[in-house]
Nanobody
């Protein structure tokens, strides 16, 4: 019963920056762990980053460490993914997800209960 809407995707050149936003509708947003996943054509959906409900714990996949930052504003029911120094390999549809069980940031897709429709990020060289 939680709706997630991503925004901020687009087309840009390598080395550029982009900030994705995910707006959530829910009564207990701060109790949800939030995650970002991505899926490139012909590949499985993969974990990118996650943040606990309190924002005290974050996780990142190795390939984006030092370049991407996940954050959240519980007052706005919004989670963000700041992406810097983008590479063509980052091209994918990016999905926002919410886990309502315990607020911990899971990296597995099965840990999440709600998903957005995705936003396209295309990075050219």
């Amino acid at each position: 019963q939680v709706q997630l809407v991503e925004s901020g995707g687009g087309l840009l050149q390598g080395g550029g920056s982009l900030r994705l936003s995910c707006a959530a509708s829910g009564r207990t947003f701060s109790s949800y762990a939030m995650g970002w996943f991505r899926q490139a054509p012909g590949k499985e959906r993969e974990f990118v980053a996650a943040i606990s409900g309190s924002a005290l714990i974050t996780k990142y996949t190795e390939s984006v460490k030092g370049r991407f930052t996940i954050s959240r504003d519980n007052a706005k029911n919004t989670v963000y993914l700041q992406m810097n120094n983008l590479k063509p390999e980052d091209t994918a549809v990016y999905y926002c997800a919410a886990a309502r069980t315990d607020g911990l940031p899971y990296s597995a897709r099965t840990g999440y209960d709600y998903w957005g429709q995705g936003t396209q990020v295309t990075v050219s060289s």
